[in-house]
Nanobody, 124 residues
Framework: QVQLVESGGGMVQAGGSLRLSCVVS????????MAWFRQAPGKERECVGT????????AYADSVKGRFTISRDNAKNTVYLQMNSLKPEDTAVYCC?????????????????WGQGTEVTVSS
């Protein structure tokens, strides 16, 4: 049984930082793309960052470029999201996902396994 468990969310003031972690258990996905998505109340889910299986390539949503960094440790089956210079509009539930393949893709349909999410609240 595949499980993705996120941690690291919380409340932070604008300009602050948080580091999210996602541990995958039940199977090794070192050859798959992984990603972080977020969904704010009343908004569609969006991919904020994705990383290829060998960390050789990453992609980010325009809204977070230069502020967020995605990374992964295949030995630990873990993907991270470092979030700096947080803004109130970054408030959302963040969840990680494991891709169906090994290429960069920011579409939800490209991901097969999902975590439950961790909440991030940024106050002004």
């Amino acid at each position: 049984q595949v499980q993705l468990v996120e941690s690291g969310g919380g409340m932070v003031q604008a300009g602050g930082s948080l580091r999210l972690s996602c541990v995958v258990s039940g199977r090794t996905f070192s050859s798959r793309t992984m990603a972080w998505f977020r969904q704010a109340p009343g908004k569609e889910r969006e991919c904020v960052g994705t990383i290829m299986w060998n960390a050789g390539s990453t992609a980010y949503a325009d809204s977070v470029k230069g502020r967020f960094t995605i990374s992964r440790d295949n030995a630990k089956n873990t993907v991270y999201l470092q979030m700096n210079s947080l803004k109130p509009e970054d408030t959302a539930v963040y969840c990680c996902a494991v891709g169906r393949g090994s290429y960069i893709d920011m579409r939800s349909v490209a991901y097969a396994y999902w975590g439950q999410g961790t909440e991030v609240t940024v106050s002004s």
